[in-house]
Structures are given as structure tokens and as C-alpha cells.
């Protein structure tokens, strides 16, 4: 199926090296844009690696891109309305070049959290490694930020333990950022508290939105899956979080492991508690990674892959009963709105023939007596 995806046009996303991704790619992008440390900026945004990735859209390939780590892919597959990707022939025939709309800043690993799925040991950083943060932050601020008009913070820790991004907030000023309406805050919720927000009068006027990595639905698991989190203090977040007037979109997220992979409808129970009238609400599930941190041994403990056929079998029922839920949602515009990178373990004959996905797993849980849903 030929595709065509918005976020090389328009989103980018930025790590700890300087490396420019278009945004929320890094993980299933063959090259960067572009490096911070190396090239200006002109040279990333304009440049040959970002044409290059922009003509595969055009084309419809997408052929830079692991079609199957990406969710928004797999909504535009599935025939559900996804923002970012649009099959090909209702895409633009052109692009007039232009600064990018925003910008993850994700150049920050600092973290209150040691989750396995992500890291071996708490990460502050200190010394160089801050130095180095605050160098990209100074260039963003300088060079990306008066340009583009949200922000998200950030992906790959905490934002509100960075000592870069922190004070940013604190401070935040929209004579300084004009075009800045929208914040999204990518964390794991357990500092994002009343006293915290209340320091940050500076984006109290501005649209924000929300995604809290959580990966359980249950305080047993939770304490295992993310280590030394606290989930009463969690669930009395939530609960502050989801009544702030200027919430726009309130999402939870869930790195699918062995631990935790029979939480996945509960954990779609937990989005659902969290709705709060015609507000956008979400639920991701993530397969999780071997990331170089974890040893062959601790990911065997871990991956899905690795688990024995038994519980994989298990685990692909589950998750046929969070895709209808998802197409089921989907359908019915009912929220939350529910996104994962799991479909190869879907059943093949649940994808085959040229009618919609919907219809495909409607007529093919009917002839097999599957038709119950996870119920709202």
C-alpha cells in the first residue's frame, strides 16, 4: 500500500548526540536529517538527507522507514483516519519549503525512574553530559523554537527532574516563543504534581497534552515494571492531570513485555477512567526493544519474541481482543483512541482479501463465534 507520511515536512525531533529526526522517528528511521553539532541549520532542515527521506514519501514508499514499528502506519493500513500518514493519492504533489511546525526535545535522559525495558541504572546527568544538553537547548532556543508552534518534552526521560528542561519551564515566556501554543509532556507522571504545575504560570494559558508512560494497570505489576515509581502518588496525578481546563489530549502508554502483557485490557480500563467529557484520550501499546543495555539474558526474561509458544499464544489472543477493541473505537469514535506496533503477531488470515481491515475482522470473528469486545 503506498502511503505518504506529513512528519518529515514538518515535525522534527532531536537526541543527545544532535542528530535531527523527523519527528516521532528515531527508532524506525534508516538516517537523521542532520547533526546540530555539525551542520547549521539550514543545511539539516533544506539539506540532501531530508530530500532524500521527503522524495519517499512522495513516491510512496516510505522506503527509509520500518513501516512495521510505526502505529501510524498501522492506522493508515487498517483504514483508520491517522493525521500523519494518508495513503498516497490524497497527498500534496509538492512541498513549498518552510521551518518545521515542532520540535521533540529529546536530548534529555535524566530520569526518576530505572525501568528495565529502558535503562540499567537511574540517569542524571552531570558534568559534560550536561554541558552538552544545555549547548542544544541554547541552539533550539536560538535557531528552532521562535520558529514552530508546539513543543513536546520529552521522550527519553523526565522533564520535569532535567535540570535543562526544568527551569525552561519555570521560566517560560511567550513574548520570547510567540508562536508556541502547545505543549506535550512525554513522562511518567509521578512528578507532574499541583505544586509542580503551579511554578510553570508562564504555559498556563497555552493548549498542553499529555503522555504518561505507566506500562501496568495494576500497583503488583507496576512496582516491577517501574522501579522506584510510587502508584498511589501515580493514581492521585492522574487524577490532578485530568482535570486541568487546558488538557487537550490525555494519553497513557504501555512498553508491552512479559510482565505486563496480560494488563492490556485493563490498562485500556485505566485510559477509560481517565476521559473526561469530548477531551482526546489515547492508549499506546509499544513492543518493547533489546536495547543495548539489556543482556541476551535479561531480554529472554523480557521480549515477547522470547517467550515460549504457550504464552505467546496467550498473548496474541489478548491482543486479537485489543485490536477489535481498537477498530471498534476507531469505528464508533469512541474514546480513548487506541494505537500499538503489534500487528505481525495479529493471525495472517485476519489481514487477507481487499476489503477493510474492519470489515475483514468483522467477518472473520463472526465465522469463528468471537464477537465480544473489551466493553467500555
Aim: aromatic residues 10%; charged residues 25%.
Amino acid at each position: 500500500m503506498k502511503l505518504f507520511c506529513k512528519l518529515p515536512f514538518s515535525r522534527i525531533s532531536i537526541d543527545d548526540d544532535g542528530n535531527v529526526w523527523p519527528a516521532c522517528c528515531p527508532d524506525w528511521v534508516q538516517f537523521p536529517l542532520g547533526n546540530i553539532f555539525k551542520q547549521d541549520w539550514s543545511e539539516i532542515w533544506y539539506g540532501e538527507a531530508a530530500t532524500k527521506l521527503r522524495n519517499s514519501m512522495f513516491d510512496g514508499s516510505l522506503q527509509y522507514c520500518k513501516r512495521d514499528w510505526c502505529p501510524n502506519v498501522a492506522d493508515a493500513e487498517a483504514g483508520i483516519d491517522n493525521y500523519h500518514v494518508i495513503p498516497l493519492h490524497k497527498a500534496p504533489k509538492s512541498w513549498t519549503p518552510q521551518p518545521p511546525e515542532h520540535v521533540n526535545m529529546n536530548y534529555d535522559m535524566s530520569c526518576n525512574l530505572k525501568c528495565p525495558s529502558c535503562r540499567s541504572e537511574l540517569i542524571h546527568y552531570r558534568g559534560e553530559q550536561l554541558q552538552k544538553v544545555q549547548q542544544l537547548q541554547n541552539y533550539a532556543e536560538e535557531k528552532i523554537l521562535p520558529e514552530v508552534q508546539s513543543i513536546a518534552l520529552t521522550g527519553v526521560g523526565d522533564p520535569f527532574i532535567s535540570k535543562v528542561f526544568r527551569p525552561f519551564l519555570f521560566d517560560f515566556n511567550s513574548n520570547k516563543y510567540p508562536r508556541i501554543k502547545t505543549i506535550h509532556f512525554h513522562t511518567n507522571g509521578l512528578l507532574f504534581t499541583p505544586e509542580m504545575y503551579g511554578k510553570m504560570k508562564g504555559i498556563h494559558h497555552l493548549r498542553i497534552s499529555t503522555d504518561i508512560s505507566i506500562d501496568a494497570a495494576s500497583e503488583e505489576v507496576y512496582n516491577k515494571v517501574r522501579p522506584p515509581g510510587n502508584w498511589n502518588t501515580l493514581m492521585e496525578n492522574l487524577q490532578f492531570i485530568k482535570q486541568l481546563d487546558n488538557l487537550v489530549l490525555l494519553g497513557i502508554s504501555m512498553v508491552v513485555q512479559q510482565d505486563n502483557y496480560r494488563q492490556m485490557p485493563d490498562f485500556i480500563k485505566l485510559a477509560e477512567s481517565l476521559a473526561r467529557g469530548k477531551r482526546a484520550t489515547f492508549v499506546e501499546f509499544k513492543r518493547i526493544r533489546h536495547d543495548p543495555h539489556l543482556t541476551a539474558e535479561q531480554y529472554q526474561l523480557m521480549g515477547i519474541d522470547e517467550m515460549d509458544e504457550q504464552h505467546k499464544k496467550e498473548f496474541v489472543e489478548i491482543l486479537v481482543e485489543v485490536e477489535k477493541k481498537r477498530l471498534y473505537n476507531a469505528r464508533k469514535h469512541i474514546q480513548p483512541s487506541i494505537r500499538h506496533n503489534l500487528h505481525e503477531y495479529l493471525p495472517q488470515r485476519m489481514a487477507t482479501g481487499n476489503r477493510s481491515v474492519w470489515e475483514k475482522l468483522s467477518s472473520f470473528f463472526y465465522r469463528n463465534g468471537t464477537t465480544s469486545v473489551i466493553h467500555n
